[in-house]
Nanobody
Framework: QAQLVESGGGLVQAGDSLRLSCAAS????????MGWFRQVQAPGKEREFV??????????YYADSVKGRFTISRDNAKNTLYLQMNSLKPEDTAVYYC??????????????????WGQGTQVTVSS
């Protein structure tokens, strides 16, 4: 059974850095684009796109809100996805989810194209 497991979340202060990891198992994801989404735990808040990377790791795409601060990367040999988060802000506080597309090798911001999801890891940034 395919599974994605995030780790690396926590409580940090504004300006600090965190590195999230997502370990994949149960199948190979090396031929699929992968991404990170986040969701604020409040009524009416939808899951929002953060970053995506294509199957080989040669192309990345970021939400404007994190561009220049976050870096997505992947190690297909380890079946692992990463999100390096620098200069964190209180507005980055959310549950962060790792995801893999169902069949696409190219990057996409469309949440509906992601068929595999992790359970999420909480990131809290205090001011």
């Amino acid at each position: 059974q395919a599974q994605l497991v995030e780790s690396g979340g926590g409580l940090v202060q504004a300006g600090d850095s965190l590195r999230l990891s997502c370990a994949a198992s149960g199948r190979t994801f090396s031929n699929l684009a992968m991404g990170w989404f986040r969701q604020v735990q409040a009524p009416g808040k939808e899951r929002e796109f953060v970053a995506a990377i294509n199957w080989v790791g040669a192309y990345e795409y970021y939400a404007d809100s994190v561009k220049g601060r976050f870096t997505i990367s992947r190690d297909n040999a380890k079946n692992t996805l990463y999100l390096q988060m620098n200069s964190l802000k209180p507005e980055d506080t959310a549950v962060y989810y790792c995801a893999a597309t169902s069949s696409s090798s190219g990057v996409t911001t469309n949440v509906k194209q992601y068929g595999y999801w992790g359970q999420g890891t909480q990131v809290t940034v205090s001011s």
